[in-house]
């Protein structure tokens, strides 16, 4: 993916640190909300280059995404990363879990960058100027970063989570509603790291008390 107009109008314009931020996670049955925060170097030659294959994280398979996860960890100037566990969410709903994440993951970026580029939503409470963007991660090579970033980090948790809770299949569904977590939800109840708020996992509540 090459640099967006907007990306590069905002270079011209001066900002020189312009992070992306997009999250993963949000559909999902279980498991966390996962936001990536990524600053890139926009103004290395090889940049465009080096992430020539970078998408919006859907469009990737697994194996391109881990590739693509290092290059973007060897180019990047500075990545973030920001969990909000099931329990949050239930608590605080989907919307404000997502913002939470990606607050979590621009406060481990450093240096501080000048400008915010955010897939459909915007942070409030925040004095970075920032604008969020429909489908931004299949159109700024920022935003589209940080997809893969969240959706690598995400993936791989919830791998290690179906050795934990097995008859789920996280790591093959990563918590999101097939037909087969649909049954073993039903079958099994819901695990620790499932979100109760969500309907299908409060009608296997109801089941299994």
């Known amino acids: 993916m090459r640099l967006s107009k907007l990306e590069r109008e905002l270079l011209e314009q001066g900002y020189r640190f312009i992070a992306g931020l997009d999250e993963a996670g949000r559909g999902a049955w279980a498991g966390p909300v996962v936001a990536g925060a990524v600053i890139l170097p926009f103004d290395a030659p090889f940049l465009e280059e080096a992430l020539a294959e970078v998408n919006d994280s859907k469009k990737l398979k697994p ?9 973007i960890s060897n180019v990047a100037l500075s990545i973030g990363v920001g969990f909000v ?31 915010l580029l955010i897939d459909y939503l915007e942070l409030p409470f925040i004095s970075i100027p920032q604008k969020g963007i429909a489908s931004g991660d299949a159109l700024c090579l920022s935003i589209a970063s940080a997809s893969v970033v969240a959706k690598v980090c995400r993936d791989r948790w919830m791998a290690a989570m179906d050795k934990r809770y097995p008859g789920y299949s996280f790591a093959s569904n990563k918590g999101y509603g097939t037909p087969f977590h649909r049954q073993a939800l039903m079958r099994l109840g819901p695990s620790p790291i499932h979100r109760h708020s969500f309907a299908p996992v409060k009608r296997a509540l109801e089941r299994h008390p």
């Open 63 to 71: 194996a391109q995404r881990e590739e693509l996860f290092e290059v």
């Open 85 to 115: 566990p099931p329990q949050r969410i239930d608590q605080v709903g989907i919307v404000q879990a997502t913002k939470e994440a990606m607050m979590l993951a621009l406060s481990q970026l450093s240096p501080c960058p000048h400008f």
